[in-house]
């Protein structure tokens, strides 16, 4: 089985723009949804935008205090 990493994924996000956290880590499209918590009857995504363009880390182990941010849980 493929070893999951839990590091954070750094994005850039657009100003405006709807996006949508995976908050279950079933997704296959870290960090965002793809519909993979409803095959699993996990937690629903959690939806996000930002109010200028800007480069983040958004957390993938999901025990971020700050979601959808990376908080450094991870470590
Ligand atoms: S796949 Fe994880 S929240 Fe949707």
């Known amino acids: 089985m493929e070893k999951k990493s839990y590091s954070p994924i750094q994005v850039a996000l657009e100003k405006d723009k709807r996006y949508?956290?995976?908050t279950c880590s079933?997704?296959?499209?870290?960090?965002?949804?793809?519909?993979?918590?409803?095959?699993?009857?996990a937690t629903p995504s959690m939806g996000f935008s930002v109010e200028e363009n800007?480069?983040?880390?958004?957390?993938t182990c999901k025990r971020t205090s700050n979601p959808p941010y990376c908080d450094g849980s991870h470590k």
């Open 54 to 59: 800007k480069e983040a880390y958004l957390c």
């Open 20 to 22: 949508a956290w995976c």
């Open 26 to 41: 079933h997704s296959n499209n870290q960090p965002f949804c793809d519909g993979s918590h409803r095959a699993h009857n």
